[in-house]
């Protein structure tokens, strides 16, 4: 069993930037992958980030060369950098770590962007 808790969200203005934090409550070295979803309202959850075991990572679409996804394996800790943010990148943000089948998800964090 493994707790995620994600931290960092907020509003910011348009062009502006965030760096969100998801902690486990143990060693994430294991995990097959990691990523970050995102759910705006009315809409479903969609996978922005996602970073795996080997290093590789993915990135939806609409935030390719805007956000980067990172590990700190001793921290226990994941983050998504996120720049040149958008009014459309409003929405709740998930974390969610893979571990050997089972799936793990944080509560979320607000992030608005709005002038």
């Known amino acids: 069993q493994v707790q995620l808790v994600e931290s960092g969200g907020g509003l910011v203005q348009p062009g502006g930037s965030l760096r969100l934090s998801c902690a486990a409550s143990?060693?994430?070295?294991?995990?097959?992958?990691m990523g970050w979803y995102r759910q705006a309202p009315g809409k479903e959850r969609e996978l922005v980030a996602a970073r795996f075991f080997g290093g590789s990572t993915k990135y939806a679409d609409s935030v390719k060369g805007r956000f980067t996804i990172s590990r700190d394996n001793a921290k226990n800790t994941m983050y998504l950098q996120m720049n040149s943010l958008k009014p459309e990148d409003t929405a709740v943000y998930y974390c969610?770590?893979?571990?050997?089948?089972?799936?793990?998800w944080g509560q979320g964090t607000q992030v608005t962007v709005s002038s």
């Open positions: 969610k770590g893979d571990d050997s089948g089972r799936a793990y």
């Open positions: 143990r060693s994430i070295f294991s995990f097959n992958a």
